[in-house]
């Protein structure tokens, strides 16, 4: 596997082989920079933005593959969002009781009117939320990369030549191989 072909380049196809490589490295550099972002500071969480265009890289190529736009990725992105919101609802009583109770709290301020005191209150507590929910954070994460990676693994190739190139993926050496 070439790692710049497959993560930083939006062009060409890979296989599923390569995609799962591609998707494991980076769910791996996602994992580290939520889990700075949760522990140590909140700006980490800006790390999340440059990996979104390698998450675009892999997955367009992927689609390319089977001679489909790179634009399907955004039904993915949109899969991710509701699977990793169902997967935290599911297990933040679970996983992080004491955010599930800060959360809690939290909407009895809003229920009761007061919108203003509910938003200052979660301002304020807001590094000690992502503390307490890094677990179910990690959870939902890995639950949602998981399901997408494994769709995306199972997309159906082309095997002759298409529009976005030939099969295999890189003309270029192989860097892993």
């Known amino acids: 596997m070439d790692v710049k072909y497959v993560l930083l380049s939006s062009n060409g196809r890979i296989g599923p082989r390569d995609f799962g490589r591609g998707l494991i490295l980076l769910t791996g550099a996602m994992m580290i920079v939520q889990i700075a972002a949760g522990l140590v500071s909140p700006a980490f969480g800006m790390l999340q933005y440059p990996l979104v265009f390698s998450y675009v890289c892999v997955f367009g190529k992927r689609l390319h593959d089977g001679g489909r736009s790179a634009w399907i990725y955004l039904a993915f992105l949109a899969g991710y969002f509701v699977i990793a919101t169902l997967a935290s609802a599911v297990l933040l009583p679970v996983l992080s009781p004491q955010a599930f109770a800060m959360q809690g709290e939290f ?12 938003i200052e209150e979660m301002a304020k507590h807001a590094q000690e939320l992502a503390r307490a929910s890094i677990l179910t954070t990690i959870a939902s994460f890995l639950v949602a990369s998981g399901i997408l990676g494994l769709i995306g693994a199972r997309l159906r190739s082309d095997p002759s030549t298409n529009r976005f190139g030939p099969p295999g993926g890189s003309t270029q050496s192989d860097t892993f191989s």
């Open 107 to 118: 909407q009895k301020l809003a229920q009761a009117g007061d919108f203003a005191a509910a």
